[in-house]
């Protein structure tokens, strides 16, 4: 095999090792009808996407434009009509956005690399691999990586998204899972996705094998007391350092933790999460999380949500302490 070849087939299982579970799904699909038109037996894009370019986890944007799609249907032919890049292995593997290269750390040391999400779900392909849909949010973010900790399957800062457009094209019915006791809160959520344009919503009582086979974005509401009795969320929990959350609920308080996945804070006041994960890389069913330590702290998060959502944008996940937005991982 050519050792180029070989190099990026690792990157890549690395990759999807560092997600909780393994591989999610990746159906192939055709675009809307009502988004393209044909001419001389090509299909041509109707519509914009939007490219946001930033650099540790989102905290500095280096480059944000919507962009008509015409001729640039994939990933990698949207970076190059807009921006200079660098590419290894026969152009399948961006190595560089505008002079900022990844950098080998070593054996020990930390890597800094590019990585894209589109919709805020990381891509299961390489840039060259991926066809795009108008509407869609192609967000290339330069970060450090050094364990299994570091993967981030799924990221909240594309907000609406992944509601509205999904992953491929592929968007299923969004779903909110929570107590009854929750359902006032519940019900602001739904509200405040059905006004930023997410037409297909439903809710459910907090339910395991839901979660185990959702089919299309989960939405789980509720106070860590009453969700860790969930087996799949208490799991979720225990592999912290797999999911790319960047927090762990401890009987000693809630941990916050740094690219590595370590703890980095660990927060004993009011507080709560907005967090997302998926089921391996390219999951068109990344699973939200809304969590709080107490009731305080989940009404904390919820508002945040329905009230300033762009306080989390371009963010990976947040914790909100006591009204502050803390952005994560630290």
């Known amino acids: 095999m ?7 087939l690792v990157l890549i299982t690395f990759l999807v090792m560092m997600a909780i579970t393994g591989c999610g799904g990746q159906t192939e699909t ?18 914009k996407v939007k490219l946001l370019v930033t650099k540790d986890f989102g905290s500095e944007t280096l480059f944000e434009k919507k962009v008509e799609i015409k001729e640039d249907r994939t990933v990698i032919d949207l970076l190059k009509a807009n921006l200079e890049i660098t590419t290894k292995w026969d152009g399948d593997f961006v190595n560089g956005i505008n002079g900022l290269e990844s950098e080998n750390g070593g054996v020990s040391g930390n890597r800094f690399d590019w990585f894209y999400y589109i919709n805020g779900i990381c ?15 192609v967000w290339w973010d330069y970060h450090a990586w050094k364990s299994m900790g570091s993967a981030n399957s799924a990221v909240i800062g594309c907000f609406p998204e992944p ?11 969004t779903t909110i899972i929570t107590s009854e006791e929750n359902n006032s809160l519940a019900n602001d959520v739904q509200k405040a996705l059905e006004k930023n344009g997410v037409t297909s919503i439903e809710s459910k009582t907090l339910n395991e094998d839901f979660l185990q086979n959702r089919q299309g974005p989960t939405i789980v509401m509720g106070e860590w007391s009453e969700l860790k009795e969930l087996t799949y969320l208490e799991k979720l929990n225990k592999a912290y350092k797999k999911t790319g959350t960047n927090v762990h609920f401890t009987d000693k308080g809630l941990e916050l933790l740094d690219y590595s996945g370590k703890a980095a804070r660990t927060v004993t006041e009011s507080a709560g999460v907005i967090v997302s994960t998926g089921a391996g890389l390219g999951d068109e069913s990344p699973l939200w999380l ?36 803390v952005r994560l991982p630290i």
């Open 2 to 8: 050519n050792i180029k070849k070989f190099y990026y």
């Open 30 to 47: 055709e675009p809307n009808a009502a988004d393209v038109s044909h001419s001389e037996g090509k299909t041509a894009f109707t519509g």
């Open 123 to 137: 891509a299961d392909v390489g840039a060259a691999g991926y066809e795009l849909n108008p509407g869609d949010i």
């Open 290 to 325: 809304i969590v709080g330590n107490n009731r305080e702290g989940l009404e904390q998060a919820v508002e945040v949500l329905v009230e300033n959502p762009d306080k989390i944008s371009k963010a990976y996940g947040v914790a909100v302490v006591s009204g502050e937005i």
């Open 163 to 173: 509601f509205i457009h999904g992953y491929r094209g592929n968007v299923g019915t």
